[in-house]
């Protein structure tokens, strides 16, 4: 379990936005990881992300990593924001946006 763990915090601390998903950013596999897509393509935020789907252990390993049971999992500089619901509340509050300028990231006016 060492490695996943080394492999996650190695992606988190590497890419100021990285988005844990199900499919990807072209062709995202849930709902909720298209609406976590639809809210960062719509701020102009660059991300990474790593498909799920096709890791089992990367899939089992971001749930154990973060202790959050679902996914989309969004990280913004190396810390964890929450899942679709979570992401998807910030976003209308105006809280997301104020988060990613607060650290750094470049948002679209």
Known sequence: MAAIDDRIQGEISSNDVMLYMKGTPVFPQCGFSARV?????????????????????????????????????????????????????????????TLLKESGVPVKA
């Not at 971001?62 to 619901?85: H, R």
Request: aromatic share 10%; hydrophobic share 40%.
């Open 37 to 97: 897509i639809q809210i960062l393509t719509h701020m102009g935020v660059p991300f990474q992300s790593a498909n799920v789907l096709e890791d089992d252990e990367l899939r089992e390993g971001i749930k154990t990593f973060s202790q959050w049971p679902t996914i989309p999992q969004l990280y913004v500089k190396g810390e964890f924001v929450g899942g679709c619901d979570i992401v998807t509340e910030m976003f209308q509050s105006g809280e997301l946006e």
